[in-house]
T-cell receptor, first 114, second 117 residues
Framework: DAGVTQSPTHLIKTRGQHVTLRCSPISGHKSVSWYQQVLGQGPQFIFQYYEKEERGRGNFPDRFSARQFPNYSSELNVNALLLGDSALYLC?????????????FGPGTRLTVT | AQKVTQAQTEISVVEKEDVTLDCVYETRDTTYYLFWYKQPPSGELVFLIRRNSFDEQNEISGRYSWNFQKSTSSFNFTITASQVVDSAVYFCALSPYYGGSQGNLIFGKGTKLSVKP
């Protein structure tokens, strides 16, 4: 079975632009979470979605938004990009629900803002 | 507040040495999960273990072992007979447990392990 996939792999944007990152979860997984990992730091939680509903939101500005589609894939959108948004963006999927399951991560999208 | 501290920023060992990576966590929750992930240079986080707060039994998986001590809020990770392929950044993480479902992961800053031949 395929793991979590993310696209694109790398992306270069200019300050002020917006970006859309995409994630496809492991087949059968209904929960998707997004994390931002700045160089040299641990990942920071951005959003969690389960069954197309937002289940959690980290301490990120409103420029960050996300959604989950009926096929459980997800998009992360970032508007008005800042230099500080340069990071590795990681998507994780899990079965979700009441069973409390481990999250499996994709390879990430490396975003560079110039 | 919930927090994970990995005090060791970088560790360098020679192949076949044993190495322990420390993790200390803070939470007011009585129910929570603890995790270890490995991040090789490729960047993808690889799940290693999940432990819930009710289970303080130590676990061994091959050369890997984990020591969970609730009394000291620690969840340490030991690699026995380290190998060059173990070189990576290792993250400890904490997850709250809301109404029967797992919440988001709170990561430490990671420990970079270098295993030299």
């Amino acid at each position: 079975d395929a793991g979590v996939t993310q696209s694109p792999t790398h992306l270069i944007k200019t300050r002020g632009q917006h970006v859309t990152l995409r994630c496809s979860p492991i087949s059968g997984h209904k929960s998707v979470s997004w994390y931002q990992q700045v160089l040299g730091q641990g990942p920071q939680f951005i959003f969690q979605y389960y069954e197309k509903e937002e289940r959690g939101r980290g301490n990120f500005p409103d420029r960050f938004s996300a959604r989950q589609f009926p096929n459980y894939s997800s998009e992360l959108n970032v508007n008005a990009l800042l230099l500080g948004d340069s990071a590795l963006y990681l998507c994780a999927s899990s079965l979700g629900g009441a069973s409390g399951n481990e999250q499996y991560f994709g390879p990430g999208t490396r975003l560079t803002v110039t | 507040a919930q927090k994970v501290t990995q005090a060791q920023t970088e560790i360098s060992v020679v192949e076949k040495e044993d190495v322990t990576l420390d993790c200390v966590y803070e939470t007011r929750d009585t129910t929570y999960y603890l995790f270890w992930y490995k991040q090789p240079p490729s960047g993808e986080l690889v799940f290693l273990i999940r432990r819930n707060s009710f289970d303080e039994q130590n676990e061994i998986s091959g050369r890997y072992s984990w020591n969970f001590q609730k009394s000291t809020s620690s969840f340490n990770f030991t690699i026995t007979a380290s190998q060059v392929v173990d070189s990576a950044v290792y993250f400890c993480a904490l997850s709250p447990y809301y109404g029967g479902s797992q919440g988001n992961l709170i990561f430490g800053k990671g420990t970079k392990l270098s295993v030299k031949p």
